[in-house]
Protein backbone atom coordinates (compact mmCIF):
# COMPACT_ATOMS: atom_id res chain seq x y z
CA UNK A 1 0.00 0.00 0.00
CA UNK A 2 1.02 3.90 -0.24
CA UNK A 3 1.58 3.73 3.43
CA UNK A 4 1.41 2.08 7.32
CA UNK A 5 -2.07 1.71 7.83
CA UNK A 6 -3.66 0.71 11.03
CA UNK A 7 -7.06 -0.14 12.20
CA UNK A 8 -9.21 0.18 14.26
CA UNK A 9 -8.51 4.63 14.84
CA UNK A 10 -10.23 4.15 17.93
CA UNK A 11 -11.22 1.57 20.25
CA UNK A 12 -12.76 1.86 23.60
CA UNK A 13 -12.35 -1.10 25.96
CA UNK A 14 -14.07 -2.72 29.13
CA UNK A 15 -11.49 -3.18 31.80
CA UNK A 16 -10.73 -6.46 31.19
CA UNK A 17 -11.57 -7.19 27.86
CA UNK A 18 -9.35 -8.52 24.79
CA UNK A 19 -8.36 -5.99 22.15
CA UNK A 20 -6.65 -6.56 18.94
CA UNK A 21 -4.59 -3.98 16.92
CA UNK A 22 -3.20 -4.53 13.20
CA UNK A 23 -1.14 -2.66 11.26
CA UNK A 24 -0.40 -3.56 7.58
CA UNK A 25 2.91 -2.25 7.00
CA UNK A 26 4.27 -0.72 3.85
CA UNK A 27 4.34 -3.60 0.97
CA UNK A 28 7.71 -5.03 0.76
CA UNK A 29 8.64 -3.77 4.05
CA UNK A 30 11.32 -6.11 6.24
CA UNK A 31 11.52 -4.08 10.00
CA UNK A 32 7.98 -3.73 11.26
CA UNK A 33 7.71 -2.09 14.99
CA UNK A 34 5.21 -1.36 17.09
CA UNK A 35 5.25 1.71 19.97
CA UNK A 36 3.12 2.70 22.83
CA UNK A 37 2.55 6.57 22.82
CA UNK A 38 0.99 8.36 26.35
CA UNK A 39 -0.39 11.32 26.55
CA UNK A 40 2.60 14.03 25.83
CA UNK A 41 5.06 11.44 25.72
CA UNK A 42 7.10 10.48 23.17
CA UNK A 43 7.17 6.71 21.47
CA UNK A 44 8.17 4.38 24.07
CA UNK A 45 9.52 0.99 22.18
CA UNK A 46 7.47 -2.29 22.61
CA UNK A 47 8.65 -4.57 19.69
CA UNK A 48 10.43 -5.53 16.82
CA UNK A 49 9.94 -7.90 13.90
CA UNK A 50 11.97 -9.19 10.73
CA UNK A 51 9.76 -10.62 8.56
CA UNK A 52 7.89 -12.89 10.72
CA UNK A 53 10.71 -13.46 13.55
CA UNK A 54 9.82 -11.42 16.50
CA UNK A 55 13.36 -10.29 17.06
CA UNK A 56 13.11 -7.99 19.88
CA UNK A 57 9.79 -8.16 22.71
CA UNK A 58 11.89 -6.27 25.29
CA UNK A 59 9.62 -3.20 25.23
CA UNK A 60 6.12 -5.09 25.87
CA UNK A 61 5.27 -4.30 29.90
CA UNK A 62 3.76 -7.55 30.81
CA UNK A 63 2.56 -11.05 29.62
CA UNK A 64 -0.60 -9.70 28.75
CA UNK A 65 1.27 -8.04 25.53
CA UNK A 66 1.66 -10.01 22.62
CA UNK A 67 2.70 -9.18 18.95
CA UNK A 68 2.50 -11.44 15.85
CA UNK A 69 3.48 -11.28 12.14
CA UNK A 70 2.65 -14.70 10.72
CA UNK A 71 3.31 -13.84 7.19
CA UNK A 72 5.83 -11.20 7.75
CA UNK A 73 3.58 -8.79 6.07
CA UNK A 74 0.84 -7.80 8.77
CA UNK A 75 0.96 -7.50 11.93
CA UNK A 76 -1.31 -7.73 14.97
CA UNK A 77 -0.68 -6.85 18.51
CA UNK A 78 -2.95 -8.42 21.31
CA UNK A 79 -3.14 -6.83 24.37
CA UNK A 80 -5.40 -9.36 27.19
CA UNK A 81 -7.10 -8.57 30.43
CA UNK A 82 -7.04 -4.36 29.45
CA UNK A 83 -5.86 -1.96 32.43
CA UNK A 84 -6.74 1.45 32.39
CA UNK A 85 -3.06 2.24 32.44
CA UNK A 86 -2.87 0.48 28.87
CA UNK A 87 -4.87 3.65 27.16
CA UNK A 88 -2.34 5.07 25.06
CA UNK A 89 -1.94 5.77 20.99
CA UNK A 90 -0.20 2.68 19.91
CA UNK A 91 1.60 3.49 16.73
CA UNK A 92 2.99 0.61 13.87
CA UNK A 93 5.65 1.45 11.97
CA UNK A 94 8.08 -0.15 9.09
CA UNK A 95 11.59 0.26 7.37
CA UNK A 96 12.51 -1.44 4.26
CA UNK A 97 15.75 -2.72 5.25
CA UNK A 98 16.35 -6.04 7.43
CA UNK A 99 18.19 -4.29 10.49
CA UNK A 100 16.96 -1.96 13.41
CA UNK A 101 20.34 0.21 13.27
CA UNK A 102 19.74 1.20 9.73
CA UNK A 103 19.61 4.60 8.08
CA UNK A 104 16.42 4.42 6.66
CA UNK A 105 13.93 6.28 7.66
CA UNK A 106 10.70 4.77 9.40
CA UNK A 107 7.53 5.09 8.12
CA UNK A 108 4.24 5.81 10.63
CA UNK A 109 0.80 4.52 10.51
CA UNK A 110 -2.07 6.70 12.12
CA UNK A 111 -2.26 5.00 15.18
CA UNK A 112 -4.52 3.28 17.37
CA UNK A 113 -6.49 5.30 20.18
CA UNK A 114 -6.90 3.03 22.78
CA UNK A 115 -9.11 4.12 25.98
CA UNK A 116 -9.77 1.42 28.71
CA UNK A 117 -12.40 2.61 31.05
CA UNK B 1 19.51 4.14 29.33
CA UNK B 2 19.53 6.95 26.80
CA UNK B 3 17.66 9.89 27.61
CA UNK B 4 16.47 11.84 25.51
CA UNK B 5 15.07 15.75 26.08
CA UNK B 6 13.60 18.33 24.21
CA UNK B 7 13.65 22.12 24.85
CA UNK B 8 11.36 24.20 24.29
CA UNK B 9 7.95 21.88 25.45
CA UNK B 10 6.09 24.54 23.32
CA UNK B 11 6.75 27.59 21.25
CA UNK B 12 4.77 30.03 19.60
CA UNK B 13 6.01 32.50 17.07
CA UNK B 14 4.97 34.65 14.23
CA UNK B 15 4.39 33.36 10.90
CA UNK B 16 8.16 34.19 9.01
CA UNK B 17 9.81 33.98 11.89
CA UNK B 18 13.22 31.66 12.10
CA UNK B 19 12.97 29.42 14.87
CA UNK B 20 15.41 26.55 16.58
CA UNK B 21 14.03 23.54 18.55
CA UNK B 22 16.82 21.71 20.70
CA UNK B 23 17.25 18.12 21.58
CA UNK B 24 19.79 16.56 23.62
CA UNK B 25 20.97 13.19 24.53
CA UNK B 26 22.70 11.52 27.58
CA UNK B 27 24.83 9.11 25.83
CA UNK B 28 26.73 9.78 22.46
CA UNK B 29 27.29 6.04 21.19
CA UNK B 30 24.51 6.71 18.73
CA UNK B 31 24.27 5.15 14.85
CA UNK B 32 21.60 7.50 13.59
CA UNK B 33 19.56 10.92 15.03
CA UNK B 34 16.18 11.33 13.16
CA UNK B 35 13.61 14.37 13.53
CA UNK B 36 9.94 13.60 13.33
CA UNK B 37 6.98 15.62 12.92
CA UNK B 38 3.64 14.60 14.28
CA UNK B 39 0.33 16.25 13.46
CA UNK B 40 -2.82 16.20 16.20
CA UNK B 41 -4.09 12.50 15.74
CA UNK B 42 -1.54 11.23 13.20
CA UNK B 43 1.58 9.20 13.16
CA UNK B 44 4.78 10.67 12.80
CA UNK B 45 6.44 11.84 9.26
CA UNK B 46 10.54 11.51 9.01
CA UNK B 47 11.42 14.89 8.71
CA UNK B 48 15.57 14.57 8.40
CA UNK B 49 18.06 11.75 9.28
CA UNK B 50 21.32 12.41 10.47
CA UNK B 51 24.06 9.81 10.52
CA UNK B 52 26.32 9.49 13.66
CA UNK B 53 29.24 10.57 11.09
CA UNK B 54 27.33 13.52 9.17
CA UNK B 55 27.08 17.14 11.29
CA UNK B 56 23.82 18.28 9.45
CA UNK B 57 21.09 17.35 7.10
CA UNK B 58 18.91 20.01 5.05
CA UNK B 59 15.38 19.70 3.46
CA UNK B 60 14.14 22.58 1.87
CA UNK B 61 13.48 25.15 4.66
CA UNK B 62 14.62 22.43 7.51
CA UNK B 63 18.24 22.09 9.04
CA UNK B 64 19.23 19.96 11.61
CA UNK B 65 22.33 19.78 13.12
CA UNK B 66 24.20 17.16 14.90
CA UNK B 67 26.85 17.35 17.88
CA UNK B 68 27.33 14.11 18.73
CA UNK B 69 30.26 14.56 21.49
CA UNK B 70 27.61 16.79 23.07
CA UNK B 71 25.32 15.37 22.89
CA UNK B 72 22.91 17.72 21.15
CA UNK B 73 20.98 18.11 18.06
CA UNK B 74 19.13 21.01 16.84
CA UNK B 75 16.40 21.51 14.25
CA UNK B 76 16.46 25.12 12.75
CA UNK B 77 12.93 26.26 10.12
CA UNK B 78 13.44 29.30 8.20
CA UNK B 79 10.61 31.60 7.18
CA UNK B 80 8.06 29.51 9.89
CA UNK B 81 4.76 29.07 8.03
CA UNK B 82 0.86 28.01 9.72
CA UNK B 83 1.50 24.87 8.18
CA UNK B 84 4.66 24.11 10.09
CA UNK B 85 2.44 23.73 13.16
CA UNK B 86 2.43 20.57 15.07
CA UNK B 87 4.80 18.50 17.30
CA UNK B 88 8.27 18.07 16.77
CA UNK B 89 9.97 14.59 18.28
CA UNK B 90 13.87 14.08 17.91
CA UNK B 91 14.64 9.62 18.11
CA UNK B 92 18.09 8.81 18.93
CA UNK B 93 19.39 5.21 17.38
CA UNK B 94 22.11 3.70 19.91
CA UNK B 95 24.91 1.20 18.79
CA UNK B 96 22.44 -1.14 20.68
CA UNK B 97 19.98 -0.55 18.20
CA UNK B 98 17.02 1.01 19.94
CA UNK B 99 15.23 3.94 19.28
CA UNK B 100 14.78 6.54 22.09
CA UNK B 101 12.29 9.27 21.51
CA UNK B 102 12.10 12.77 23.37
CA UNK B 103 8.95 14.33 24.74
CA UNK B 104 8.68 16.47 21.49
CA UNK B 105 8.60 20.31 21.31
CA UNK B 106 4.75 21.13 20.40
CA UNK B 107 5.12 24.35 17.76
CA UNK B 108 2.44 27.14 16.92
CA UNK B 109 3.57 29.63 14.07
CA UNK B 110 0.54 32.09 14.15
CA UNK B 111 -0.53 33.65 10.68
Known amino acids: GAGVSQSPRYKVAKRGQDVALRCDPI?????LFWYQQALGQGPEFLTY????????KSGLPSDRFFAERPEGSVSTLKIQRTQQEDSAVYLC???????????????FGSGTQLSVL | KQEVTQIPAALSVPEGENLVLNCSFT??????LQWFRQDPGKGLTSLLL?????REQTSGRLNASLDKSSGRSTLYIAASQPGDSATYLC??????????FGTGTSLTVIP
Open chain 2, 91 to 100: AVVDTGNQFY
Open chain 2, 27 to 32: DSAIYN
Open chain 1, 93 to 107: ASSLGPSRATNEKLF
Open chain 1, 49 to 56: FQNEAQLD
Open chain 1, 27 to 31: SGHVS
Open chain 2, 50 to 54: IQSSQ
